[in-house]
């Protein structure tokens, strides 16, 4: 709920930034569109809902403000979804270099390392080939 009020907040944010005012574009209007679109983007046709969210986004603001304004509102959405939607890629391409190089950056693998005891395995259900050697 915390992380929709802030998706929430931060589309309100680039809606004033675009120099829309609370008389443009009231927050119950953005507030009403975003619930719509969230609503809307809950069957993954896009991945992230990508195209979908903005034109709904555009479609359903502009409708609230006036075509006056709706080149604003596009600037607006098209700011909102840069903000929300790019940093996680590289963020998440960051994070998935550094639990892939992570084994290898401490001196441990993974594939390598030994239970702590021999019965460990067995107790997982895991049979040990070389302590029925042993």
Do not use: K, N
């Amino acid at each position: 709920m915390a992380s929709y009020l802030t998706l929430w907040l931060v589309l309100l944010a680039c809606l004033r930034g675009t120099g829309l005012s609370q008389a443009q574009m009231p927050w119950q209007t953005s507030l009403a569109a975003f619930a719509f679109i969230r609503l809307l983007t809950a069957l993954p046709i896009t991945p992230g809902g990508l195209g979908v969210t903005e034109l709904g986004l555009v479609g359903v603001l502009v409708t609230g403000a006036g075509p006056a304004a709706s080149v604003q509102v596009t600037a607006a959405v098209l700011l909102y979804r840069a903000v929300t939607y790019l940093p996680p890629i590289p963020l998440g391409a960051l994070a998935c270099l550094t639990w892939r190089l992570a084994p290898a950056l401490t001196g441990t693998s993974l594939r390598h390392t030994q239970p702590a005891s021999p019965h460990l395995q067995t107790v997982a259900g895991i049979p040990d080939p070389e302590g029925a050697r042993r």
